[in-house]
């Protein structure tokens, strides 16, 4: 049996296969966001023949507070929309569904790149972040969640098959999320549930805008890995409570020390958090994490380690990764 070719027909996001690339930041958008010749090509080169059923677009800013770096993607307003559904045909063209993620940076970013004050849930600096925020009040926490609200609006607008929110790598909502830079104490701080008030409102909004039919991801930077940081039974905590919020798939990954775990080299950095997660929530979970060979993606699924597997830098280094993986697969079937 090979795990890696089974459907996903359990989710609203029907899927041909369990292999999906991940979001990752390409820097090739125009100056102001925009999708441009070389973004349409990138994802032409990497959805070609449909080998991987999900695409992950990389994070797009939903305003331009909250964008974390020059080159990056745009969601923010509504001139996007008809180069982000020439994006979304492309990939649907090749036979691969495609989902977008939206994010705000919060304090992993700077004034240079932004043109405004940077902000966060507390005046502390990011650990990967070189500037100290400035604490955003309620009223634009508000401003922040109807910003999310209105760009999954757009990528529902621009044909895309699902929205991924993004909260993971030390960007806003994981800051949030993680007690090493949130140390509010009202009602958006303290303890977990506190800490992920912020998202539960923001998948509110986001569901509002898109519909219930409509799939929603959300990407977790799970762990801290660092003292004082998340633990697993926060992020169990968290999980639960995103499922019950109408969460339609977990995108596990790192959290403030960003897509790794120092000094594990394994492949599938990230199962000895999925393993756990899946105890407790019965939607789909993804792992991503250095994985690099068809077999070690193989056995995280035969081990109940994950439901899908995100390869990231092997595609991104290799275009042909995903055909010859499958094809291999499909020789042994």
């Given at each position: 049996?090979?795990?890696?070719?089974?459907?996903?027909?359990?989710?609203?996001?029907?899927?041909?296969?369990?292999?999906?690339?991940?979001?990752?930041?390409?820097?090739?958008?125009?100056?102001d966001?925009?999708?441009?010749?070389?973004?349409?090509?990138?994802y032409?080169?990497?959805?070609?023949?449909?080998?991987?059923?999900?695409i992950?677009?990389?994070?797009?800013?939903?305003?331009?507070?909250?964008?974390?770096?020059?080159g990056?993607?745009s969601?923010?307003?509504?001139?996007?929309?008809?180069?982000?559904r020439?994006?979304?045909d492309?990939?649907?063209?090749?036979?691969?569904?495609?989902v977008?993620?939206?994010?705000?940076?919060?304090?992993?970013?700077?004034?240079?790149?932004?043109?405004f004050?940077?902000?966060?849930?507390?005046?502390?600096?990011?650990?990967r972040?070189k500037?100290?925020?400035?604490?955003?009040?309620?009223?634009?926490?508000?401003?922040?969640?109807?910003?999310?609200?209105l760009?999954?609006?757009?990528?529902?607008?621009?044909?895309?098959?699902?929205?991924?929110?993004?909260?993971?790598?030390?960007y806003?909502?994981n800051?949030?999320?993680?007690?090493?830079?949130?140390k509010?104490?009202?009602?958006?701080?303290?303890?977990?549930?506190?800490?992920?008030?912020?998202?539960?409102?923001?998948i509110?909004?986001?569901?509002?805008?898109?519909g219930?039919?409509?799939?929603?991801?959300l990407?977790?930077?799970?762990?801290?890995?660092?003292?004082?940081?998340?633990?697993?039974?926060?992020?169990?905590?968290?999980?639960s409570?995103?499922?019950?919020a109408?969460?339609?798939?977990?995108?596990?990954?790192?959290?403030?020390?960003?897509?790794?775990?120092?000094g594990?080299?394994?492949?599938?950095?990230?199962?000895?958090?999925?393993?756990?997660?899946?105890?407790?929530?019965?939607?789909?979970?993804i792992?991503?994490?250095g994985?690099?060979d068809?077999?070690?993606?193989?056995?995280?699924?035969?081990?109940?380690?994950?439901?899908?597997?995100?390869?990231?830098?092997?595609?991104?280094?290799?275009?042909?990764?995903?055909?010859?993986?499958?094809?291999?697969?499909?020789?042994?079937?």
């Amino acid at each position: 049996m090979t795990y890696l070719l089974k459907e996903l027909n359990d989710c609203k996001l029907k899927l041909s296969n369990r292999l999906v690339f991940p979001p990752m930041a390409t820097a090739k958008s125009d100056v102001d966001g925009k999708v441009n010749e070389g973004i349409l090509e990138y994802y032409d080169e990497k959805s070609k023949g449909g080998y991987i059923s999900l695409i992950i677009i990389e994070h797009s800013f939903i305003t331009s507070e909250g964008r974390a770096n020059k080159g990056q993607l745009s969601i923010a307003d509504e001139n996007n929309i008809e180069g982000l559904r020439k994006l979304a045909d492309t990939i649907h063209n090749n036979g691969s569904k495609a989902v977008m993620q939206i994010n705000h940076a919060g304090s992993l970013t700077t004034k240079e790149k932004t043109g405004f004050d940077i902000v966060g849930p507390s005046s502390i600096i990011n650990p990967r972040g070189k500037e100290i925020p400035r604490e955003l009040s309620k009223e634009e926490i508000k401003e922040i969640i109807k910003s999310f609200k209105l760009a999954a609006k757009r990528v529902k607008e621009a044909g895309f098959d699902g929205v991924e929110i993004h909260s993971a790598h030390g960007y806003l909502l994981n800051q949030f999320y993680s007690p090493l830079t949130n140390k509010r104490n009202d009602e958006y701080g303290g303890n977990i549930l506190g800490r992920i008030k912020i998202h539960l409102e923001v998948i509110k909004a986001v569901k509002e805008a898109v519909g219930e039919d409509f799939p929603v991801l959300l990407r977790l930077g799970a762990c801290d890995y660092s003292e004082g940081g998340n633990s697993i039974e926060d992020c169990k905590i968290a999980a639960s409570e995103f499922e019950k919020a109408g969460i339609d798939i977990l995108d596990i990954s790192g959290g403030m020390l960003g897509y790794i775990i120092p000094g594990l080299n394994e492949q599938g950095y990230f199962y000895e958090v999925t393993e756990e997660l899946k105890k407790v929530v019965s939607i789909p979970v993804i792992l991503t994490g250095g994985v690099t060979d068809i077999n070690a993606a193989e056995n995280l699924l035969a081990s109940g380690k994950a439901d899908l597997i995100g390869v990231g830098r092997a595609i991104f280094k290799d275009s042909l990764w995903a055909k010859r993986a499958i094809e291999i697969l499909k020789t042994n079937r």
